[in-house]
């Protein structure tokens, strides 16, 4: 069985950077793919991004384009989220998800982040 453990949420100042890291404990297989989803107090949980595990083909919510970088090492079956010009607005609790389907089925416990003005 699969579990997913997200770490590197913490404090940080509008315009800084932090990396989240995602340790998969089990295989992900090539047609997998793994997502980095937000969920801000009394807000629904939104998409930040994806990489699709074999083509490492990655997507990113407009929100975060060009300020975020999603990558994977394979052989650690890690996934990273760097994030970058942090601003307030991106404070959340931040999770990893597994996609072995047509939905993401599989989710962390979710790491704070928290951008101070």
């Known amino acids: 069985q699969v579990q997913l453990v997200e770490s590197g949420g913490g404090l940080v100042q509008a315009g800084g950077s932090l990396r989240l890291t995602c340790a998969a404990s089990g295989r992900i297989f090539s047609r997998n793919a793994m997502g980095w989803f937000r969920q801000a107090p009394g807000k629904e949980r939104e998409f930040v991004a994806a990489?699709?595990?074999?083509?490492?083909?990655?997507n990113y919510a407009d929100s975060v384009k060009g300020r975020f970088t999603i990558s994977k090492d394979n052989a650690k079956n890690t996934v990273y989220l760097q994030m970058d010009s942090l601003k307030p607005e991106d404070t959340a609790v931040y999770y990893c998800a597994l996609r072995r389907g047509l939905q993401y089925d599989l989710w962390g416990q979710g790491t704070q982040v928290t951008v101070s003005s």
């Open positions: 990489i699709v595990w074999n083509t490492g083909s990655t």
